[in-house]
């Protein structure tokens, strides 16, 4: 019988590290270690290659754990992804510029994101494309609404707990603001996305997209010297994206239009006896 540190006995050396493993919580490792140690054997391997190759293991599976945990928090919308994005509706400068944003190198650095254009361009597909491959490459992101966020925001402030929800959203490495545009705030609400904002400058990654250009910001954040004070905060390290263009939705529905009424016209109806061979089912 070999005893453990552990204080356990088992019958085998691979039996009592599987035990071990477990209680350094390292499962991957125990759940393998006897399997692959019958393959170590059978291919001569040394002792460091078995470790080594335990290891891989471990280290693998936690990374899809940890992935799988990061897209289930991030709230980015399902179909939009890098693999659904049609890229020959993006300009010539934002393609060339998507495989970059995909690596994150701008969230390393704090720098932010903003996507501009009309209703309908692609702004959001483009950044939830980012955030499904920045999420691949061990970054957290989240994706809401930004009247989403702002009530999220207020009720913490009304609960004395602002500190507490920015240290929460700090957590992640990019935040996705979606459709800032459409936001028409209250002065208190201006004030926490302001605060948002500014607790995030030069640290930690925006992510906006928008159908109001800066000059009409003046919208959301009602004060001039405030707004100004929000845009140079996003503007100073950011990547600009101009989305144009028609408009996907309405190009998709002109599209659904025309094939419904091809289907109309392609449409015959036949009076009078089939003939012997269509009534027999033959062609």
């Not at 335990?54 to 936690?62: P, S």
């Not at 809401?144 to 009720?155: D, G, I, P, S, W």
Request: charged share 25%.
């Amino acid at each position: 019988m070999i005893t453990t540190t552990t204080g356990l006995q088992s019958t085998t050396p691979i039996a009592s590290l599987a035990i071990m493993m477990r209680a350094l919580k390292l499962p991957t490792f125990a759940r393998h270690a006897e399997e692959i140690a019958q393959k170590a054997e059978r291919e001569g391997w040394t002792f460091g290659q078995y470790l080594h190759h335990l290891a891989e293991l471990e280290v693998h599976e936690r990374r899809r754990r940890r992935i799988e945990r990061y897209l289930k928090d991030s709230h980015l919308l399902p179909e939009k992804t890098l693999a659904t994005l049609t890229r020959s509706r993006l300009t010539p400068k934002v393609a060339k510029m998507l495989p970059a944003l995909c690596e994150g190198s701008f969230v390393e650095r704090g720098d932010n994101l903003l996507a501009f254009g009309l209703p309908g361009r692609g702004k959001t597909h483009v950044v939830c494309a980012i955030g499904y491959e920045l999420i691949q490459r061990g970054y957290r992101v989240l994706f809401t609404a930004t009247f989403a966020l702002v009530q999220r925001l207020l009720a913490a402030k009304r609960d004395l707990r602002l500190e507490k929800e920015l240290a929460s959203l700090d957590a992640y490495d990019a935040v996705i603001l979606d459709d800032i545009g459409y936001v028409q705030q209250s002065r208190d609400e201006m004030e926490v996305l302001f605060t948002f904002l500014a607790e995030r400058y030069e640290r930690r990654t925006v992510i906006i997209t928008s159908n109001v250009v800066f000059s009409e910001w003046d919208r959301i954040f009602k004060d001039p010297m405030t707004t100004a004070a929000a845009i140079d905060r996003l503007v100073h390290h950011s990547v600009i994206l101009e989305m144009t263009g028609t408009s996907v939705r309405a190009d998709a529905a002109e599209q659904a239009k025309k094939e419904g009424a091809t289907t109309t016209t392609g449409t015959t109806t036949t009076s009078g006896k089939q003939p012997a061979n269509e009534v027999d089912g033959e062609l």
